[in-house]
């Protein structure tokens, strides 16, 4: 903190992958690198403006087909307000403000919330043919559905 008094800071870095993941629990999608930031960090009356880019790549499971396939989420205009006061003030400790939570946010935001191997994934093979079979209706002829019933004589 003290570092930045008045000034604009220019921070390069990782963060792990597990302190980014703390508290996040999704079967389908786990951070397979560091959270790679590229920051300006300037302080304004009300908190520490927070400004640049973030990238990682995670290691997801298509929701169709269960296969496993990366995937990079970059975000070139990353911005956030870390406020010094209110309810979603930054968490100090002595000199140092975690700043986590605001990478951590916006990650969160562009992860896939049902991540498919790519868009036209038709899921696992049989599965896709039983689908494909359930789907030939046979073709109208404009009689109501219970026409082979009226056909019947009895
Ligand atoms: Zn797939």
Do not use: H
């Not at 508290?23 to 999608?29: A, I, K, Q, S, T």
């Not at 100090?92 to 939570?101: Q, S, Y």
């Amino acid at each position: 903190m003290r570092q930045l008094e008045g000034k604009t800071l220019q921070v390069t870095g990782e963060l792990p992958a597990e302190e980014l993941a703390a508290g996040f629990n999704d079967p389908l999608v786990t951070f397979a690198t560091p959270l790679a930031y590229e920051l300006e960090l300037e302080e304004q009356p009300q908190g520490i403006l927070l400004q640049g880019k973030l990238g990682i790549t995670l290691s997801c499971v298509c929701g169709r087909c269960l296969k496993t396939f990366a995937r990079d989420i970059e975000l070139p205009d990353f911005a956030a307000l870390a406020e010094y006061e209110g309810e979603e003030a930054m968490v100090k400790e002595g000199d140092f403000a975690d700043l986590t939570p605001y990478l951590r946010e916006d990650i969160y935001l562009a992860l896939p919330t049902n991540p498919l191997c790519k868009p036209e994934c038709r899921g696992l093979a049989r599965k896709a043919k039983a689908r494909d079979l359930r789907l030939q209706v046979p073709p109208s002829d404009g009689s109501s559905p219970w026409g082979a019933l009226d056909q019947l004589k009895l």
